[in-house]
């Protein structure tokens, strides 16, 4: 019987994972989804999807591999099963590259996905601007598929969903026992942090479907992403940019940039541009606080912040979110007895 009824707040790939984990997870949780924004008009809709991370420089390494090979495990068994066309989850293989030899020459997440290696000489002579780069395999998640998919999870699972507008979390309203904020940006007005900030991105979808290897630049601003209909190109990471206008300044210097890397490219179609403001955060937010709810006290876990790494552990960080509402579920029935 699911006589707890929780809350989840924002519907980016954030949001939809959590509620999906806690759906599943919680058989005694009624879920609520509210957002005033669903695929196909979320942020995460223009992401590229590929599975890489950088470092918070705040949250202890072992988390953070908790937080990816939970993500890659979950995404790695959707690629290999007959969802993976629906759900648009692909692997990927291709080179991160970089001008100069990285102090760290392994990400803590080397072992994590499939084959990595650096890249040998030979290699390198295609980019002779770059000293140093590594190949491997990983995953690429499309949420234009992806979010949809998840979504129809969700109500397969009990889940319900309600399209509207937030202006706190107050709005919520007091029918629910637990809130689960997974608001990205909109945490800034939402729980008033101050730490959030957008960080702009830029891509454009091309059509080259001759290529079939990733080629992403150490510094994380010019990247080449093959995917199921189309080739995503980039980028920019303007932080404190609020713009989600095309900059065409932006646009040709991506193409310039994209055609340096893989001269192909120059006979590639533009398909389409699209700009979207990631949830820019020092490090992101794991952790309950207490908020007054209709007249009862009610816990809320966060769970925002992910810059543009939110496909990369969405899962991982849900899976999270999920342990901190059995904790709080498990305290709020100690407290009745």
């Known amino acids: 019987m699911k006589n707890v009824r929780v809350a989840v707040v924002g519907a980016g790939v954030v949001g939809v994972s959590t509620a999906v984990c806690v759906a599943e997870t919680l058989p005694s949780c009624a879920v609520t989804l509210i957002a005033e924004a669903f695929s196909p008009d979320t942020t995460s809709d223009g992401a590229a999807g590929i599975l890489f991370a950088a470092e918070f420089p705040d949250v202890p390494i072992a988390t953070q591999r908790r937080w990816f090979k939970s993500s890659f495990q979950h995404l790695l068994a959707i690629a290999q099963s007959e969802h993976a066309p629906e759900a648009g989850v692909t692997m990927s293989s291709g080179w991160q590259i970089f001008k100069e030899v990285p102090e760290n020459q392994k990400p803590f997440w080397w072992d994590l996905v499939i084959g990595f290696r650096t890249m040998t000489h030979e290699e390198l002579r295609r980019f002779p601007d770059h000293k140093f780069g590594q190949a491997f395999t990983t995953l690429k998640c499309e949420c234009r598929s992806y979010l949809p998919w998840l979504q129809r999870r969700f109500r397969a699972a009990g889940g319900r ?66 995917g199921i209909r189309s080739v995503t190109i980039g980028g ?25 890397l893989e001269p192909s490219l120059a006979r590639a179609k533009v398909l389409s541009c699209w700009v979207g403001l990631r949830p820019g955060r020092r490090n992101p937010r794991l952790e309950r606080e207490w908020l007054q709810l209709g007249g009862r006290r009610v816990p809320v876990v966060h769970n925002y912040g992910h810059g543009g790494w939110g496909v990369t552990l969405a899962w991982g960080t849900a899976e999270h979110a999920v342990e901190l509402v059995r904790q709080s579920l498990r305290e709020n029935l100690q407290s009745r007895l």
């Open 161 to 226: 969903v309600e399209q509207r507008r937030l202006s706190s979390l107050q709005d919520v309203g007091g029918g629910f026992h637990l809130v689960v904020n997974c608001s990205g940006l909109g945490s800034r007005v939402l729980a008033g942090d101050v730490q959030m900030e957008p960080v702009r991105g830029q891509v454009l979808q091309v059509e080259a479907p001759w290529l079939q290897h990733f080629i992403r630049d150490g510094d994380g601003k010019t990247y080449i992403y093959p």
């Open 236 to 260: 920019t990471r303007q932080a404190g940019d609020w713009r989600l206008q095309e900059d065409r300044t932006d646009t040709e210097g991506i193409l310039e940039r994209c055609r340096q």
